[in-house]
Structure formats: C-alpha cells, structure tokens
C-alpha cells in the first residue's frame, strides 16, 4: 500500500519529517496485544505516520524488538528514533547501546538517537558517542531528550553540540511550560521539537474544555490535543496499540482549529505567566 501524504516540519539540516509519529513507550509487553500492536504500526506508516519513536528502556528493549517486526522490509519509509539511557551513555556505552539497539531493531542505522535524560556522564562523553556513530553510519542525526534550556546551552556551547537536531520533551495543553523559554529557544537556534504523551496518556482526555471544544467542532478530543500540538510546528508522537485508534490520531493532522476555539483552550488551559521546570513523564 501507497503511504499517504503528511505535512512536515524540518530538521536543522533540512530534512523535512511527518509532523506527527508514532510512539511505543508500554507496547511490545503483552503478547496477547501483540498482533494489534504490529497492526497499529503498519497502519501509521500507511497513513503517512512514518516517524516512529522507541527506546532501549521500553519494556528493556521489547518495544524495539516490536518496532523492528513491524516495519521489516518497510525500513526505507520510517524515520527511525531511538534512545540511548542515560547510564550508558558514556563514549563507549553509547557506541554499545545503539548497536545493541540495532540489533533488536533488525536495522543497520537509526535515522535519530538521543539522549534519554542527562545522567551522570558528561555531554561531552554522549556527544563523542554519537560522533563516533555518525561516522561509523550507524546514525544519522542525534538529538537530546528531556533538556531544558539550561542544559541545551551547555550542550549547544560544547564542540559539536550545535549539530543537535531534537529535543524531546513532554508538551500538551497541561504541560505548556516550555513555551515559556524552552520552545522559543529551540525555534530560535533551529532545534526541532518532538512532544511525547500528548495527549497526557489519556488523561487530558478528561479536560472539560478539550471536550467542549471536540463537540463544538464534531471531532474527539484526543483529535483535538493532538492537532493543538502540531499547531505549534512541534512534533507529536502519541502511542496507539489498536488500528482504530491510529486512525483516529491520523485525521488529527489534517484538523485546523478555529482561532476562537485556540482562544477558548487558551483561557481554559492556559500558557504560563513564567518559567517553569521543566516537566516529565
């Protein structure tokens, strides 16, 4: 099957990717759920949603094992995202951990590696690792995880730091934070932003004004989180184990929210009056 068109945001080099993806943090760790978790996944890629996020700590490696029976021979179409831990990212731990990822992946490269979170390693040490990647061909972009504007100015003032194309962070209508300081950073220095849970794993989906505003427009609420979000130019990944639910995110991208009802959520859910820490999941 033909994979659908999405619209796209950029990468600092000028790749454009689908603005809206595909998580799998929990799937791959119940076989009984296992055939649908495939199902859902090639459906996305189907539907346009080819930028598919994991990470060696799901399930301790078995979302990637999942991913990796997914897209099988479909590798060329997926933007490929995984994540390295935070305790093995020193110079050589990195190399070692994206090799194993590979190997459960059933790839050769990851189209985007990150950091997970900052640990106890140096950047400068992950930052080796990923360079030692790249050259190897093992990687082709690298990016962070859960860094906020402190730490990505660090990172960005270190030898090499500024070839940092993501940062990936939590963001949805409770966890506006980063628009504050964050976002405008990034969109400032040309750092892609990539949103996971954005729907708040559900639990925005209980959010009065979410659903007055989805009845309002004759959608569903978790349409409206998700195309809220991509509103933003960030990138959003929500987690889908069921086909039906991976159509119901696709049509968020192609939902254009009214600017009364963007008012509405404002006022309702509103942005913050002044820096925050950054929040995590």
């Not at 060696?56 to 390295?84: N, P």
């Not at 859960?146 to 100015?153: F, K, Y």
């Not at 660090?154 to 949805?172: C, I, M, R, W």
């Amino acid at each position: 099957m033909a994979t659908a068109v999405m619209q796209t945001v950029p990468l600092p080099s000028g790749e454009e990717i689908p603005v809206l993806g595909q998580g799998t943090w929990f799937l791959g760790e119940g076989p009984n759920r296992r055939a649908d978790e495939i199902a859902a996944l090639r459906l996305g890629l189907d539907l346009g949603m080819t930028v598919v996020d994991t990470a060696e700590m799901y399930g301790d490696g078995a979302a990637e094992e999942l991913v990796g029976e997914a897209i099988g021979k479909r590798r060329s179409e997926v933007f490929l995202v995984s994540k390295v831990l935070p305790g093995h990212a020193s110079r050589r731990g990195t190399v070692s951990a994206c090799e194993d990822s590979l190997r459960r992946l059933g790839t050769d490269r990851l189209d985007l590696y990150l950091l997970h979170w900052r640990g106890r390693f140096p950047l400068e040490e992950t930052l080796a690792g990923f360079a030692d990647l790249v050259a190897a061909g093992k990687i082709r972009h690298w990016g962070v995880s859960n860094l906020d504007v402190a730490d990505m100015t660090e990172l960005t003032s270190l030898p090499g730091g500024d070839a940092v194309a993501v940062d990936q962070v939590l963001y949805n209508l409770t966890r506006r934070g980063i628009e504050w300081d964050l976002l405008p950073w990034c969109r400032q220095d040309g750092v892609t932003v990539m949103a996971y849970s954005p729907i708040e794993q559900g639990r925005l989906l209980r959010a009065e004004p979410l659903r007055a505003v989805a009845q309002s427009l004759g959608v569903t609420p978790v349409q409206v989180a998700l195309a809220w979000v991509l509103e933003q130019g960030v990138v959003a990944i929500p987690r889908s184990g069921r086909p039906e639910h991976v159509r119901e995110n696709r049509a968020a991208a192609d939902l254009t929210i009214p600017p009364a009802a963007l008012a509405l959520l404002d006022e309702m859910l509103p942005p913050p009056g002044g820096p925050v820490p950054l929040e995590v999941l």
